[in-house]
């Protein structure tokens, strides 16, 4: 079982930055892929990125491409995603995600564990 548990949201105005991270308890997590999703009020779950167990292959959807970055720190059993040049649409609930997969994926379904979210607004 593993607990995941996203922290770093918040208010920002366009243009900002923010930095999430999501630790992971309960096993390690170097051998899953992760991601991250989002999910604006009236939407439905978008994904975000994935990153491989390594680190060395990523997969960002067209809407972030170019403004977020994750990364990873295996030996902290924590994800990141530094989110730049933000933007009013940004605004959403922002998901982490655990996969027993190892490489990269944007389907929602092959994500077993989830994390609780932390909502980020951006202001115009």
């Known amino acids: 079982q593993v607990q995941l548990v996203e922290s770093g949201g918040g208010l920002v105005q366009a243009g900002g930055s923010l930095r999430l991270s999501c630790v992971a308890s309960?096993?390690?997590?170097?051998?899953?892929?992760m991601g991250w999703f989002r999910q604006a009020p009236g939407k439905e779950r978008e994904f975000v990125v994935s990153?491989?167990?390594?680190?060395?292959?990523?997969y960002y959807s067209d809407s972030v491409k170019g403004r977020f970055a994750i990364s990873r720190n295996n030996a902290k059993n924590t994800v990141y995603l530094q989110m730049n040049s933000l933007k009013p649409e940004d605004t959403a609930v922002y998901y982490c995600?655990?996969?027993?997969?190892?490489?990269?994926?944007?389907?929602?379904?092959?994500?077993?564990?989830w994390g609780q979210g932390t909502q980020v607004t951006v202001s115009s």
């Open positions: 995600a655990a996969t027993p997969r190892a490489a990269v994926t944007s389907r929602p379904y092959e994500y077993d564990y």
């Open positions: 990153i491989s167990w390594s680190g060395s292959s990523t």
């Open positions: 309960g096993r390690r997590i170097s051998n899953n892929a």
